[in-house]
């Protein structure tokens, strides 16, 4: 428990870094958590504070999108495809599925989570 929420917590913590690169563990984290805090707000809270932890949590995956596209090989400027509808679905899956560079590339090291 106390690992998955210092994952998450790190994940938050690096809102402002578009920089480097980011695992597929480090977004599945942030998606399956995200999920399941938005059912608790939603159930324990409503609407409106759900609304607030969305626009939260849009700002922390805008940074962490752009570093797993930099994982990949590609360039952070492809997380504006997240914006546009369908597409985004496209690129959430290209996020959640495709496998790391193997090794350093030109945004950097390898991260240190297992992929």
């Excluded at 578009?18 to 939603?42: C, H, K, P, V």
């Excluded at 409106?48 to 360039?75: E, K, N, T, W």
């Excluded at 985004?88 to 945004?107: D, I, M, Q, T």
């Amino acid at each position: 428990m106390k690992k998955w929420f210092s994952a998450y917590a790190l994940t938050f913590s690096r809102y402002l870094d578009y920089r480097g690169r980011s695992s597929r563990q480090e977004i599945w984290n942030f998606a399956i958590n995200t999920l399941i805090i938005d059912f608790f707000i939603l159930l324990l809270a409503g609407d409106m504070p759900m609304a607030v932890f969305h626009i939260v949590a849009m700002i922390v995956l805008a940074a962490l999108a752009v570093r797993r596209f930099h994982d990949i090989g590609l360039s952070g400027w492809y997380a504006i495809a997240l914006i546009i509808p369908v597409v985004n679905l496209c690129a959430f899956f290209v996020l959640l599925f495709f496998k790391s560079v193997p090794g350093e590339n030109r945004y950097g090291p390898r991260p240190a989570q297992a992929d």
